[in-house]
């Protein structure tokens, strides 16, 4: 067993990609690579995904669509936030990848790129519908539209898409939905009146797949639940969704050693030892994404794993490189293997229940997962294997 390493089963973001589009009826289904595939390996799930036929793969910052280019992935990409003067927005229109706009530098910039690259420029003007990032405030939307149309007549923009983003997405009855989606539509009569009209009408995330199906339109942006995550709590757990967590961290027991009742653990000494037991030796921390809370949380229980097919409890404060857990009678020997969380078919836990645990969210846990633990794939095809673009 490797110090640690997480194990990526690309068969899962399979089933779970053909879930998604069950569920999404009409509308297409971008896979959400972003964060280097939300943890799990950019390369290895964008491949996955074009395997599967996906048109359209989406990441947040233009650098990460040029890696996708770089990688060889021919097809559809779209990038939405970048900062004036990102070196790789003209790549990205040299190379065909669309790009979104919210703002007139952004517009301006993006003319310009294209003039100097000799290229139409695809774009997707973003809206706030009251998520309040990034996206043109509908006041703001008719001059926005206005430049836009000026690179359209100039031959040098395309308009591919219309969209903005959810505040509560995953939360079935938001009444921000019912809100957020009429303001949508209002911006696309506005679009419309400005002879704006777009291919592509897209609001939703994984949530609205699964919580709010007027919110598809023409395609969902989906990247948790493709990872095999429910969007949220309220939308039940991964099962109840269908869908499989795709991601398993494992560890190799380093040291193992019996204590006397009394003994003080880890940094702080945030556990004592109530009786005489066992202690393991978990060679991960938090430099490698297992949050510092998982072992002495302020409320409730610390988060448990699986050593020699027992779930044991973390204990003690989670240091940079290592944690330690309670074995009590459990017969375990350093090289053991260790299951910090999956899909829970092993009795592991899911991220959803760490991250319930310590108060945060599953997606929290699993981007966090950092390089240095190793990713190994399960269900990895060839690129001849594949048939994607
Ligand atoms: C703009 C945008 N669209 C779609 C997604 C995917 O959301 P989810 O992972 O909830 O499906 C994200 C993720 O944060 C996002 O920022």
């Known amino acids: 067993m490797n110090r640690a390493v997480a194990r990526v089963d690309l068969d899962a973001i399979r089933a779970n990609l053909a879930v998604l589009r069950r569920r999404a009826g009409e509308a297409d289904v971008m896979a959400v690579v972003k964060a280097d595939a939300y943890g799990h390996g950019m390369a290895e799930v964008a491949r996955t995904a074009r395997g599967e036929g996906v048109t359209w793969l989406g990441v947040a910052l233009p650098s990460e669509a040029c890696e996708l280019r770089r990688l060889g992935d021919a097809g559809r990409i779209?990038?939405?936030?970048?900062?004036?003067?990102?070196?790789?927005?003209?790549?990205?229109?040299?190379?065909?990848?669309?790009?979104?706009?919210?703002?007139?530098?952004?517009?301006?910039?993006?003319?310009?790129?294209?003039?100097?690259?000799?290229?139409?420029?695809?774009?997707?003007?973003?809206v706030d519908t009251g998520l309040t990032r990034n996206g043109v405030l509908p006041a703001d939307l008719p001059g926005l539209l206005g430049r836009v149309r000026d690179g359209v007549d100039a031959g040098l923009l395309e308009v591919e898409g219309i969209w903005s983003h959810l505040a509560d997405g995953d939360t079935p009855d938001a009444a921000s939905v019912a809100h957020q989606r009429a303001r949508f539509d209002e911006a696309l009569v506005v679009a419309a009146r400005h002879g704006v009209e777009p291919r592509l009408r897209h609001l939703?995330?994984?949530?609205?797949?699964?919580?709010?199906?007027?919110?598809?339109?023409?395609?969902?942006?989906?990247?948790?639940?493709?990872?095999?995550?429910?969007?949220?709590?309220?939308?039940?757990?991964?099962?109840?969704?269908?869908?499989?967590?795709a991601m398993t961290v494992l560890a190799g027991l380093a040291h193992v050693k019996h204590v006397e009742v009394g003994t003080a653990v880890s940094y702080g000494w945030r556990w004592v030892a109530e009786e005489a037991t066992s202690l393991g030796l978990v060679p991960v921390g938090y430099a490698d994404g297992v949050p510092r809370a998982a072992g002495a949380p302020r409320v409730g229980s610390p988060v448990e794993v699986v050593v020699a097919g027992h779930r044991v409890p973390i204990v003690g404060t989670v240091a940079m490189d290592q944690f330690v857990v309670d074995l009590g009678d459990v017969a375990a020997a350093?090289?053991?293997?260790?299951?910090?969380?999956?899909?829970?078919?092993?009795?592991?836990?899911?991220?959803?229940?760490?991250?319930?645990?310590?108060?945060?969210?599953?997606?929290?846990?699993?981007?966090?997962?950092?390089?240095?633990?190793?990713?190994?794939?399960?269900?990895?095809?060839?690129?001849?294997?594949?048939?994607?673009p």
């Open 204 to 245: 939703g995330n994984s949530g609205s797949v699964f919580a709010h199906p007027a919110c598809r339109y023409d395609l969902v942006r989906a990247g948790i639940s493709l990872y095999g995550l429910s969007p949220s709590g309220a939308l039940g757990r991964p099962a109840d969704l269908g869908l499989t967590p």
């Open 78 to 126: 779209l990038t939405w936030l970048w900062t004036p003067g990102d070196p790789n927005v003209s790549r990205c229109v040299a190379e065909g990848i669309d790009v979104s706009v919210s703002s007139p530098w952004a517009v301006d910039e993006i003319t310009n790129a294209a003039r100097a690259v000799g290229r139409v420029a695809r774009v997707h003007v973003k």
């Open 334 to 388: 350093p090289g053991d293997e260790v299951i910090l969380f999956g899909s829970g078919a092993a009795g592991e836990w899911t991220a959803d229940q760490w991250a319930d645990t310590i108060g945060t969210i599953g997606y929290e846990i699993i981007t966090r997962i950092g390089p240095r633990v190793p990713r190994e794939y399960v269900g990895l095809r060839t690129r001849a294997e594949e048939v994607g």
